[in-house]
C-alpha cells in the first residue's frame, strides 16, 4: 500500500478517495473461487412473532455485518442481478440484504448478526492503516466512502454499515462517529466520511413529485441516506402512490402494539449525527428506460431536460438537509462518451443513458 501510494505522489497525484470492498465485493463468491471463498451459508433464520420473515439460507462474508440473499434471477431473490455469457452466470449486486424485495423495514432489526464477522475494530484497523500509509506518503484523502450505493430504502439492514445494532461487542458499532475519529487523527477532514447512492429517474420525461421527506422523489434514496446519518427513518414510507417509477408520497406510520408487528412504519434510526462534507450522488440523467429499450436514442435535448431537473433537486436536497455549503459529487460517469447499445447490455454502459446494470468507473 505504502508503494502504491508512493507511486501515486511521484506522478502527481495529491488527493485519493477510497472506498473498502466491505462484503463480497463483485460477487466472486457466489460465481465460484479456486480455492474456496471467505464466505458461509448459513442455516435460514428462524421466524419470531417479531420478525415474521422469508426462511431462507444467508451468505456471509466476514465484512459485513449482516447475511445476504444468495443469487438468482427468479423472486424473491432478485435484488440488482446481471447475467452475461452463454451459458449464462449471473451475479448479484453487494448489498443485497436480508430480505431482498421484501420491503420490510424490520430487516435493520430482524436480520441476524454475522457468524464469521471480523469485528469493527479490526476494520478500523484495517482503514487507519490504510490512512497512515496516505499520510506517509504526503497524500490527501479526499473521501472515505464507506459503502458504495447503499440503499437503505429497500433493504434497511444496511444501515448497519452507519449505526450497527448486532455486532456492538466487536468495536464501536457507530461507524459516523469512528471513522470522523481516525480521519482526524491523521490530520484529514472528518467530514469527508460519506455513504453514497444513485439518484433515481422518472420513467416520464419531466414528471417529478414528493416523497415522504418532503423532498422531489427523485432524491428519495439519498434522502434515506442522509436520514440514516442524521438520526431520522429509513425504510420504505407507509402506504406510497408509486408513480413513474417514482416513490411518490406515503407517510412514516406507526408502529403497532405487539402482537401486531407489521409493516406499517418506517425505522428509527437509533443515532444521529451532523452531515458529511460531500454529497456524493450517481446520476445518470435520462428517462428511465425498462429492459431492452435502446436508451441512446433518446434526444440531446430530452436528455438535457431531465439534467437540469435532476440537478435542481439536488440543489434542493442539500438545503433541506443543511447541507448546501458541502462538495458536490457525481459519481460513476464517463464524461462526452456515448456508446450505443440496449439497456443493460456491455455496449451500452459507458454513457449517462445507459441503464445501472454493470459497475462503471468511478469518478
Not at 502504491?4 to 466491505?22: E, Q, R, S, W
Not at 475519529?181 to 472528518?190: H, L, N, R, S, T
Amino acid at each position: 500500500m505504502c508503494a502504491f501510494f508512493a507511486d501515486l505522489h511521484t506522478y502527481g497525484i495529491k488527493n485519493v478517495a477510497l472506498t473498502p470492498a466491505l462484503g463480497d465485493w463483485g460477487a466472486a463468491a457466489q460465481v465460484g473461487c479456486a480455492n474456496g471463498c471467505p464466505q458461509k451459508i448459513g442455516a435460514p433464520p428462524q421466524p419470531t412473532p417479531a420478525c415474521s420473515l422469508t426462511p431462507v439460507a444467508l451468505l456471509y462474508s466476514p465484512t459485513l455485518p449482516y447475511g445476504e440473499v444468495t443469487c438468482s434471477p427468479t423472486p424473491p431473490y432478485t435484488q440488482w442481478y446481471s447475467c452475461t455469457g452463454s451459458p449464462q452466470v449471473c451475479t448479484c449486486q453487494n448489498n443485497a440484504g436480508y430480505p431482498a424485495n421484501e420491503n420490510d423495514n424490520l430487516a435493520y432489526n430482524c436480520s441476524p448478526s454475522n457468524p464469521i464477522f471480523a469485528g469493527w475494530q479490526n476494520i478500523y484497523n484495517a482503514i487507519n492503516a490504510v490512512l497512515a500509509a496516505a499520510k506517509q506518503n504526503s497524500l490527501t484523502v479526499f473521501e472515505l466512502d464507506v459503502m458504495n450505493e447503499m440503499d437503505t430504502v429497500l433493504v434497511p439492514v444496511v444501515a448497519r454499515c452507519v449505526v450497527d445494532n448486532a455486532q456492538t461487542q466487536t468495536g464501536n458499532p457507530d461507524l459516523v462517529s469512528s471513522l470522523r475519529y481516525y480521519m482526524g487523527y491523521w490530520g484529514f477532514d472528518e467530514g469527508r466520511v460519506v455513504w453514497d447512492d444513485l439518484w433515481d429517474r422518472s420513467s416520464l420525461a419531466g414528471y417529478n413529485c414528493e416523497d415522504v421527506y418532503d423532498d422531489y422523489a427523485r432524491a428519495m434514496k439519498m434522502d434515506s441516506v442522509a436520514s440514516a446519518v442524521g438520526g431520522g427513518v429509513i425504510g420504505v414510507p407507509y402506504l406510497p402512490s408509486p408513480q413513474n417509477g417514482l416513490y411518490c408520497g406515503g407517510s412514516v406510520g406507526t408502529q403497532p402494539p405487539p402482537p401486531q408487528y407489521v409493516h406499517v412504519y418506517m425505522f428509527q434510526m437509533p443515532v444521529g449525527h451532523a452531515q458529511p462534507d460531500i454529497v456524493d450522488v450517481h446520476d445518470y440523467p435520462s428517462v428511465q428506460c425498462p429492459a431492452g429499450v435502446n436508451c441512446a436514442l433518446e434526444s440531446n435535448a430530452q436528455v438535457s431536460s431531465e439534467a437540469q431537473i435532476d440537478f435542481t433537486d439536488i440543489v434542493h436536497f442539500m438545503a433541506l438537509v443543511d447541507n448546501s455549503s458541502a462538495l458536490f459529487m457525481v459519481g460513476e460517469t464517463w464524461s462526452n462518451t456515448n456508446n450505443s447499445g440496449t439497456y443493460g447490455s456491455p455496449n451500452g454502459t459507458a454513457n449517462c443513458e445507459g441503464g445501472h446494470w454493470t459497475r462503471r468507473p468511478r469518478r
